[in-house]
């Protein structure tokens, strides 16, 4: 009897541990990156713990446009990691309105781990490190 209490205990650990439900931070990623004060819209937020993949369209050509985006994107993956903190390193996608691919981005974990997202300079910081690692569809 003990044998099975304590297989049942492990299992019930295992399953709290690696199934957390990262449904509700989507959503509200989802609806803070489509507020309407950037050019974000249909935003796809999928969190796990080996990635954070936001992906999203802009009608924007603008780069300092794209870079506030890409800031607001960044602050969520922020809140995201401070929020849960075991989850994987950012994949961004950014996309044309018609859908296509434009280019992608990303961002580690352990970048974001002790931004203070109230920082410019740590948020200037990071910005650049991202920005670095933009790859042209």
Known sequence: MKTILGMLLLIAAIGITTGTDYSEIEMIGEDVLEDG?????KVDIDVSSSRVLIDYRTGTVDADEIAEDIGAVIGTYVYI???YGNV??????IRAPSGELVATYSCKSRWVDDLDPADKEMMA?????????????
């Open 81 to 83: 990691v401070q929020y």
């Open 88 to 93: 994987g390193d950012l994949i961004a996608k």
């Open 37 to 41: 004060a950037n050019d974000i819209y």
């Open 125 to 137: 910081d990071i910005l650049l490190k991202v920005m670095n690692t933009i790859e042209l569809a």
